[in-house]
Nanobody
Framework: QGQLVESGGGLVQAGDSLTLSCVAS????????MGWFRQAPGKEREFVAV????????YYGDSVKGRFTISRDSAKKMVYLQMNSLKPEDTAVYYC???????????????????WGQGTQVTVSS
């Protein structure tokens, strides 16, 4: 059974940068699409970014477009989320996810990936 583990969260100030990492284990994720979601207290889960299994096409949520970059290293079974120009509204628990559904499916509000990490907290102070 596969497992995803996130790391890299923390407390930063507005305008700072932070990189989240997600390591996959337990199965081959090389053909899985990988992505990031986030959930702030009292809010719905929000799509952040997704990357194809080949590392090619990437898509971002409107609120992070231009500031966040998703990448993957399939050889290392790692997925990264580089977050720049962080804002207080980026404060949330960030979750790594893996699934074989088409990229467009990841935007759906009720999207449920096959695999989820436990989450890592990102707090941005003003």
């Amino acid at each position: 059974q596969g497992q995803l583990v996130e790391s890299g969260g923390g407390l930063v100030q507005a305008g700072d940068s932070l990189t989240l990492s997600c390591v996959a284990s337990g199965r081959t994720f090389s053909t899985y699409i990988m992505g990031w979601f986030r959930q702030a207290p009292g809010k719905e889960r929000e799509f952040v970014a997704v990357i194809s299994w080949s590392g090619g096409p990437t898509y971002y949520g409107d609120s992070v477009k231009g500031r966040f970059t998703i990448s993957r290293d399939s050889a290392k079974k790692m997925v990264y989320l580089q977050m720049n120009s962080l804002k207080p509204e980026d404060t949330a628990v960030y979750y790594c996810a893996a699934d074989r559904a088409p990229l467009g499916s990841w935007y759906a509000p009720n999207f449920e990936a096959d695999y989820w990490g436990q989450g890592t907290q990102v707090t941005v102070s003003s």
